[in-house]
């Protein structure tokens, strides 16, 4: 079972910065586009951020002044830096590989003073 794993979420006071993980296998990483999404409580799953497996980075409008997606190729790791953060980033940030249809378990994220 193929498995994406999340890390980096945590507790941040507002303007801070965060960077969040993802560890794939190899096969899935590798070829693919890979990206974020996030889940706020009480609102459906949305889209943050993909990246190509060349580094060609595309953003949700509202986050691009503020979000960077990055890969390390050499260890199969997807990062998500966060900066300048606000309580409305609240939420459960998921690792995807969209053209395989496989995502992580996601990693809480909470935004308060």
């Known amino acids: 079972q193929v498995q994406l794993v999340e890390s980096g979420g945590g507790l941040v006071q507002p303007g801070g910065s965060l960077t969040l993980s993802c560890a794939a296998p190899?096969?899935?990483?590798?070829?693919?586009?890979m990206g974020w999404s996030r889940q706020r409580p009480g609102k459906q799953r949305e889209f943050v951020a993909t990246?190509?497996?060349?580094?060609?980075?595309h953003y949700a409008h509202s986050l691009m002044d503020r979000f960077i997606i990055s890969r390390d190729n050499a260890k199969n790791l997807l990062l998500l830096q966060m900066n300048n953060l606000k309580p409305e980033d609240t939420a459960v940030y998921y690792c995807n590989a969209p053209k395989e249809g496989y995502w992580g378990q996601g990693t809480k994220v909470t935004i308060s003073s």
């Open positions: 190899e096969s899935i990483f590798r070829f693919n586009p």
């Open positions: 990246i190509t497996s060349d580094g060609a980075a």
